[in-house]
């Protein structure tokens, strides 16, 4: 849901770098040559996604249309992404596109570090697309272990497309605060969307901020937050009463949500800064 610019590295010159260095030999009858050969079919491959992203359509490719002709589509995958890019000649490929997000952060959630590289569409059943840069996301391990191999059923179910898809323009995420006292400060998140969303849209981001559990792990973060300056906010109360409290949490807020519109910390902060019961001490 937060963008990140396109890799530069083409498809083909993936695809290519990755299986100059597959053997042949008599026993894998000439595998090396083979997947050398697919240079055009990998192509083709990048660019139907490209367009299918660009378009929301992602949901309507078809595994079928996205094989190497005569080698199965685990070995290819194997070969070409494991051997080949991640141990082998690809390598500076991989460490470029794990190197895009500027501040380290996982494109889907911008709660967690990237750790590793996502398939948008997964190798196991799209081996044409397993080196496509523009099918490789940098993201986090707890994103990519709740995405797995996961493929969109239908147009509400495709998760948005860092290189292709932006959403970080507008303000979208909000919070509540709990009621309870024995909840105090506690951050409820969700989804509200803006003015110009249609109805698809709201429903992908509704559905990727529910796949991804952000409100819960936003909530946690921000409970966090709160244990570190409660003691700052008490000396504000004491010093310069509620007013004191709301206009330090504006400040952070503002600080925060001029970078990011939907930063997390920064809603926190709003949605703090908003609540007057809060503010006069609803804190403890």
Excluded at 142 to 161: G, M, P, S
Excluded at 171 to 184: C, E, K, R, V
Excluded at 216 to 229: D, E, M, P, V
Excluded at 257 to 269: K, Q
Aim: aromatic share 8%; proline share 6%; glycine share 6%.
């Amino acid at each position: 849901m937060w963008p990140l610019n396109p890799p530069t590295v083409s498809a083909r010159s993936s695809w290519e770098t990755c299986t100059s260095k597959s053997r042949d030999t008599a026993a894998n009858g000439n595998l090396g040559a083979s997947l050398r050969e697919a240079a055009d079919a990998a192509e083709e491959a990048a660019t139907t996604l490209r367009i299918a992203a660009q378009a929301r359509t992602l949901h309507n490719l078809k595994a079928e249309n996205f094989k190497i002709e005569g080698i199965p589509d685990k070995r290819v995958a194997d070969i070409v992404y494991g051997s080949g890019m991640t141990k082998g000649p690809g390598r500076d490929i991989y460490d470029a596109l794990m190197d895009a997000p500027e501040d380290e952060l996982c494109p889907l959630c911008r709660h967690s570090d990237v750790t590793q590289l996502d398939h948008v569409m997964p190798k196991a059943a799209y081996p044409a697309l397993c080196v496509a840069p523009e099918n490789l996301v940098p993201v986090c391990g707890i994103c990519n272990h709740i995405k797995n191999d996961r493929a969109a059923a239908d147009a509400e179910d495709v998760l948005l497309h860092p290189y292709f898809e932006h959403t970080d323009t507008v303000n979208w995420l909000d919070a509540t605060l709990a009621t309870s006292a024995l909840d105090a400060g506690r951050l409820t998140y969700f989804v509200n969307p803006p003015p110009g969303w249609g109805g698809t849209l709201t429903a992908r981001v509704r559905r990727q901020f529910d796949l991804l559990e952000l409100g819960r792990r936003y909530s946690i973060k921000a409970n966090q937050t709160l244990r570190g300056i409660h003691h700052h906010l008490v000396r504000q109360l004491k010093s310069g009463g509620r007013a004191a409290v709301s206009t330090h949490l504006r400040d952070m807020a503002a600080s925060h949500l001029v970078a990011d519109p939907n930063s997390w910390t920064g809603v926190a902060y709003r949605t703090w800064g908003a609540n007057d019961d809060f503010c006069e001490g609803r804190f403890w």
